[in-house]
């Protein structure tokens, strides 16, 4: 059995033993492989034959939604229209709160991308807290799916659960998420509250049933100012990674995007995340110079990422080994796992990716 959950764990809490390999992906770069036309058709075992193919350790992200799948009061009618080569996903979420709904589309071997989300609901945020408080209310539920999901999956992979930053709450999507947080800022912080006490209720669940982590993103939003960003942000990561201590868990951090500035000040070390991803290099991110940018760092976060996109998709094979074991050279004497700087692009070569994984442990 491959030790990825014992070598991932060991170096995200200080105590490494070899380099770890573990490149965001998803069904993105897998429905290509698995000949499926669309990531939303690809399953998590075989994301897992992926892994396993290209040779990489699997970080599996079992989403919070997987553990109240089961919760009957929250069926959600859905729809799929196909349109040329692109899927239109429409979800209603419906709960005696009122009605919202959420409107995606998929094009063919890439992630959906909502492009419509509920937010000019009169009811949304009477039907944000429905659904969380049905969550909480089911609590049982959750116990048991997590206890299935660990024992399926736990020998596989290093497992993390998560949930969207409290900001996010649900139903929400960027184009609006500022203006409606400015327009409802005390009923949206009362919310962040109660989903702050869902996180905690996950992060139990979860630790219990023998996950090793938990993971959440953003919100991308970093350019909005700093005393914004600290008032919907930090202060509430922060809590969540005090929480998931008490829980004996790590708490993975995801931004690629605009960093530099909050790094500058510190901010991520305020937020103190155990892993932090992804350190992107331009065009994706703004990070030109590795080194500076782990160093900015402090040395008890675990770092990760930082492979170009576009060149693992498109690069040679030795080209991509050399930069793979360039990284750890850049990143020496801090914990770093090599990782992309976002999800692998739809169409990146197997052997590329393979190629990735060899010059890392063989620099």
Known sequence: MKDTREAVNALIRGRPFRTVVAPLWDGIFAAG??????????????????????GFDPILRLGSDLLWAPVESLRVETKTEQNGETRRHTSRFSCPAGEVELVAEEPRKTSATCTKDG???EDLYEVIEWYIREILDNANVMREQAVKLAGKYGGEACLCTGWMTPFELSFLAYPHIITLYLDNRERHHELMELQMELISLI????????????HTAGPP??????????????????????????????????????????LEKGTYNRVMPDMFE????????????????????????CTRGNFDLEFLKTGDPRDISARSAEILRETSG??????????????????????????????
Not at 36 to 52: F, G, I, N, P, R
Not at 279 to 299: H, I, N, T, V, Y
Not at 335 to 340: F, P
Request: glycine fraction near 8%.
């Open 33 to 54: 492989v698995v000949a499926k036309e669309y990531a939303s058709d690809v399953t998590t075992d075989e994301l897992l034959d992926v892994a396993d193919l290209c």
């Open 119 to 121: 937010t000019r609901s």
């Open 203 to 214: 992060l139990d669940v979860t630790a219990k049933a023998g996950f090793d982590g938990y």
């Open 221 to 262: 939003i970093e350019l909005i100012g700093d005393k914004l960003y600290d008032e919907v942000a930090t202060s509430y990561l922060e809590r969540i990674r005090e929480i998931a201590h008490e829980k004996g868990m790590w708490f993975s951090f995801h931004n690629c995007g605009h960093i530099r500035r909050l």
């Open 278 to 301: 992804t350190l992107a290099p331009p065009p994706m991110g703004e990070l030109d110079d590795l080194r500076w940018a782990r160093e900015k760092f402090d040395s008890a976060i």
């Open 334 to 363: 801090y914990r770093h796992i090599v990782g992309t700087a976002d999800e692998i692009l739809s169409g990146t070569p197997v052997e590329n990716v393979q190629a990735m994984v060899e010059g890392a442990f063989s620099g």
